[in-house]
């Protein structure tokens, strides 16, 4: 299963939105490089508000292996304040918009398990976005990322801006629209029959 966490219901969690920033740091500041806040090996970021909700994907362990980041843009938002300029026109601030960053699994899992684990998260913001009426999710991603996880997992990607990169990292914007069809077609595709997500966190978590 998969947790949907925000700050109000993080003590129900026993330490796994914590335990999400350490692996956040395990892979976009250990393995990527990127330059951004850290402390006691933990990464974080001005997104992570009491706005943000998290998909954390614990394994057979208990142990957090996986995680995406959810911003509705009608609040400050990644794309919109760091980087406005990588996206054709006006950045989008509507509710029923949301972004996602920090998606991200833990490459110490065997490649089969990290498909799997990717595959989960991408229908579990397909499900967290249909519960809350949400039409879209925007994602800024290395365009190999777009095709081998999003795109492969089962999403219809429409391009929000060119190829561009930052510092030595290509990237691109793109819109995940959200439906019931996709969501179909990523169950099918991940071999998935069940929801991921909770209803009971859910209301939690809203």
Not at 15 to 38: E, M, Q
Not at 125 to 154: H, N, S, W, Y
Not at 175 to 204: H, N, Y
């Amino acid at each position: 299963m998969i947790h949907e966490i925000t700050w109000a219901n993080a003590h129900l969690h026993q330490g796994a939105l914590y335990d999400s920033h350490r692996l956040r740091h395990k892979i976009f500041v250990d393995r990527t490089g990127y330059d951004v806040p850290t402390f006691d090996g933990a990464e974080y970021d001005q997104f992570d508000t009491p706005a943000t909700v998290y998909l954390v994907h614990r394994g057979a362990t208990g142990a957090v292996d996986g995680i995406a980041r959810l911003v509705p843009t009608s609040r400050p938002y990644m794309i919109q304040e760091l980087w406005p300029h990588l996206i054709y026109g006006a950045p989008p601030s509507n509710p029923k918009i949301w972004e996602g960053s920090r998606f991200g699994v833990d490459r110490s899992l065997p490649p089969q398990q990290r498909r799997e684990v990717s595959r989960k998260l991408v229908a579990a913001c397909q499900e967290f976005g249909l519960k809350r009426g949400i039409d879209a999710m925007i994602v800024l991603m290395p365009p190999f990322i777009l095709r081998t996880v999003i795109e492969a997992a089962g999403c219809v990607l429409s391009a929000m801006g060119p190829v561009s990169s930052l510092g030595n990292i290509p990237v691109q914007a793109a819109s995940v629209e959200i439906s019931l069809q996709q969501l179909q077609s990523i169950r099918s595709k991940a071999g998935l029959d069940q929801p991921l997500l909770d209803a009971k966190e859910a209301q939690e978590a809203a």
